[in-house]
């Protein structure tokens, strides 16, 4: 599937339908023989997986008559993502939004969400989900008080996970499918291996529906979950770090949302904030990808995942090809600490030491 090529009415025409990629250098480096191959959602008008879901739960909202232009105030609780999405198809539509997020996230989205027009109401990180003080607290006490407030409510809403059943996994699907096993790049033509992290949880649950539903049942899907946060399965697995704060934005969670279906998920893994950033670098150094800390996340559960004894099969395979999810880009992230001490990180002082460096890299 192409990005369009006619002119759109508006930019929500030009969400989703991303490009899948492979990532050869990486795969090489770390010896699999199998296609690694990443699907770039930071592609997308608004720069992240989220502005699939946040189109798909407006335009149903407007088919319900719940949206009324000029008068409704959409209010969402968001890690950020949602949020942009919402704000640029509201700027469009005619809707005012209110957006609550969590101190942790970056002040990239903030700045993003108030040049879209929308309002935002920063609440304690550490605000457990169902107290009056966290970012789904305020965003229920702002629609009780705001006439013409909604929630389209990202954690239970149908069209989160429905949006990606029916478009991110039918786009993956149609890339592998339509792309010809070659003696130089062999694929058998299926997706052996699904992997994403989870915060509401949508786009693991929906894209593992649409794989093992219409595409290949016996696909393995890899859920990944930072260290602190409560969502793998079985629950053993969040005993370390339960409660601990991570510094990834836009995975995990207290509470286990609605829109997750954990039984789509075949594996958990946890990961760990330094693995994320370190593959996040990895992919901006080595294939040239601009993505966020949690596409990092994403690349390093897979990695760990294929070098398991169950992911050493699909591995060790020529033509047997795994897709890690990529959902937002470093566009968001770039007044974070981790991500200026990797940029920064070999930063030479002088035109000399400049010149000295690129010769050693020769
Ligand atoms: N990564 C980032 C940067 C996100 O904003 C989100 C959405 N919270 C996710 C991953 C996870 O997506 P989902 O909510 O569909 O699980």
Redesign the pocket.
């Known amino acids: 599937m192409s990005r369009p090529v006619q002119v759109l009415d508006n930019i929500l025409g030009a969400v989703g339908q991303t490009p899948l990629v492979r990532l050869d250098k990486i795969a090489e480096a770390n010896a699999l023989k199998c296609n690694l191959l990443g699907k770039t959602e930071f592609m997308s008008a608004g720069g992240?997986?989220?502005d699939r879901?946040a189109k798909a739960m407006v335009e149903a909202a407007e088919k319900e008559g719940k949206l009324i232009p000029g008068k409704s105030v959409v209010i969402e609780p968001?890690?950020?993502?949602?949020g942009i999405g919402l704000a640029m198809a509201c700027a469009i539509k005619g809707y005012s939004v209110i957006i609550t997020m969590p101190n942790k996230m970056s002040l990239e989205k903030e700045a993003l969400l108030r040049a879209l027009g929308a309002e935002v109401v920063r609440t304690p990180s550490e605000a457990a989900w169902d107290s009056p003080e966290s970012h789904i607290g305020v965003a229920q006490r702002l629609r009780r008080e705001i006439p013409h407030g909604i929630i389209l409510d990202?954690y239970r809403n149908v069209n989160?996970?429905l949006a990606?059943e029916l478009t991110t996994g039918p786009e993956i699907i149609a890339a592998v499918v339509s792309t010809p096993s070659t003696s130089e790049k062999p694929s058998s033509g299926k997706i052996d291996a699904f992997i994403?992290?989870?915060?509401?949880?949508?786009?693991?649950?929906?894209i593992s529906r649409a794989i093992k539903k219409i595409h290949n049942s016996q696909c393995t899907v890899v859920g990944l979950d930072p260290i602190g946060s409560i969502l793998a399965v079985p629950e053993s697995l969040n005993k370390d770090g339960n409660g601990e704060q991570y510094i990834v934005?836009?995975?995990g969670y207290d509470f286990v949302?609605d829109?997750?279906n954990r039984g789509d998920v075949d594996v958990w893994l946890k990961t760990a904030d330094e693995e994320s950033f370190a593959a996040a670098q990895q992919l901006m150094k080595q294939e040239g990808l601009l993505v966020?800390?949690?596409?990092g996340?994403a690349l390093a559960g897979a990695l760990r995942w294929l070098k398991t004894e169950q992911g050493q099969k699909i591995a060790n395979e020529p033509g047997k090809n795994v897709v890690v999810?990529l959902?937002?880009g470093i566009r968001?992230y770039m007044s974070k600490p981790w991500f200026l001490d990797i940029a920064m990180e070999a930063k030479p002082s002088n035109l000399a030491n400049t010149i000295t460096q690129i010769l050693g890299k020769q």
């Open positions: 992240s997986v989220k879901i968001t890690s950020g993502n949602t990202q989160n996970p990606h994403a992290g989870a915060g509401t949880g949508g786009t693991i649950t929906g934005e836009g995975i949302p829109v997750l966020g800390g949690s596409s996340t999810l959902p937002d968001n």
